[in-house]
């Protein structure tokens, strides 16, 4: 495993504006608040989703758009950069009214109909995605110690 040491900074929580694009509105308070680097987890619902599976042998994503309102049970991901712009990745669970659960990654797209926030950001050396060709996914960029 490679690690680059991260120190804790600072805790926002938050809510989520309505009707707006899950990913576009936690990157664009990254970009105003200058946050380059964090960890965050996510409760609420969404209006509509689009979530993602990655097809390790063809290398792509496969993914499903669904106009549909569910509950976002856990969502949780990450901020780094990527193209020199704070990128967020996330996973979610969520449920419909019976409690059926799917889940993956999730994409924009994803609209959220109410959502509660909680980001750690860090600070230390930046975090930059690059391409990774034994996946073929956007990863770290790691230096050896
Ligand atoms: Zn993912």
């Known amino acids: ?4 040491e991260v120190r804790p900074e600072k805790h926002y929580i938050g809510r989520l504006p309505h009707n707006r694009d899950m990913i576009a509105s936690i990157e ?3 970009l105003k608040t200058h946050i380059e680097m964090g960890w ?3 409760i609420g619902a969404v209006s509509s989703v689009t979530l993602g599976y990655y097809d390790q ?3 792509v994503y496969v993914t499903s758009k669904a106009d549909c309102r569910l509950e976002i049970a856990s969502c949780s ?3 780094s950069r ?3 712009k704070p990128f967020v990745h ?6 419909d009214e019976k409690g059926n659960a799917v889940g993956g990654h999730v994409f924009s797209e994803t609209i959220i109909f109410a959502g509660e926030i909680h980001i750690q950001t860090f600070s230390g050396k930046p975090l930059d995605r690059e391409h990774d060709h034994q ?4 990863l770290w960029r790691m230096f050896h110690p």
């Open 135 to 138: 996946t073929g996914l956007m």
């Open 1 to 4: 495993m490679i690690c680059t």
């Open 40 to 42: 965050f987890s996510l």
């Open 90 to 95: 996330a996973h979610a669970v969520l449920t």
């Open 57 to 59: 042998k063809q290398m």
């Open 77 to 79: 991901g990450n901020i």
């Open 28 to 30: 664009d308070f990254c």
């Open 82 to 84: 990527k193209d020199g």
